[in-house]
């Protein structure tokens, strides 16, 4: 009797930490997005961006959801080859240097578009579009979700992946229950970069356990390219309005 009871017990002890991760987004709320991106490749390049979009939630019908995005925000530092470019939407043209200039003549349209995009709710991006069409923004659009998540049920110790490819690059992400708190999901992120770039992959990221949503995220990629070291930083954070 007390090998059934301890049996029982720690079955009910998995079942009660065992999570079905599943992004429960609300028709109607409302979401501020910041990512902030760094690159290094030694004395060649370093670079600097952090970008701020709205996500609003146009439908929720049973697995899949509707949502529009927009940008808000853009600025940009660049060093490359000696020379600085800088560049920052909120700045009006007698703030902006000549280099500015071009590159918000480049980037306007990007703030000025409206992306359309339906996903489910482990996270996949299944259809985007942009109106007015913007070259590069579509890309970007589906390839803005950094984690797809498994149909199981996770419990800590729990792994799975997935694999992006872009601009030639192949990468191999593996995640990995860290810990499972009352309000909060913690992984680990590991991986392999393949293709055009070689390298690693490390980071982490937060997941609120209610609502299923990655308030934040750390991607660390230190790779080679064409015999270059290039580093790689990407964070990420979604707060609700």
Known sequence: MLILFLVVTANLSFAQDAVLLRLNYEKGATYDVAMNISQEMG??????????????????????????????????????????????????????DETGKMMKAQMGPMLGAVISAKGNNLGQI???????????????????????????????????????????????????????????????????????????????MNIDKASGIPENSLIDMNMSVSGQELKSKITMTMVKK
């Open 43 to 96: 004395a060649v390049m370093s670079m600097g961006m952090v970008m701020n979009m709205d996500i609003k939630v146009i439908d929720v019908k049973d697995d899949t959801y509707d949502s529009e995005m927009k940008f808000t925000k853009m600025t940009m530092d660049m060093l490359q080859g000696g020379q600085v470019m800088s560049f920052d939407s909120s700045k009006s043209d007698e703030e902006l």
């Open 126 to 204: 299944l259809e985007v579009k942009v109106a007015p069409s913007v070259p590069g923004v579509e890309d970007m659009a589906k390839q803005s979700s950094n984690v797809v998540y498994p149909k199981e049920a996770i419990s800590v110790g729990s792994t799975w992946t997935m694999t992006k490819e872009e601009k030639g690059m192949k990468m191999d992400f593996l995640y990995t229950v860290k810990s499972i708190d009352s309000d909060k999901i913690v992984l680990d992120i590991t991986g392999d970069v393949s293709g055009m770039a070689t390298g690693k992959i490390s980071g982490n």
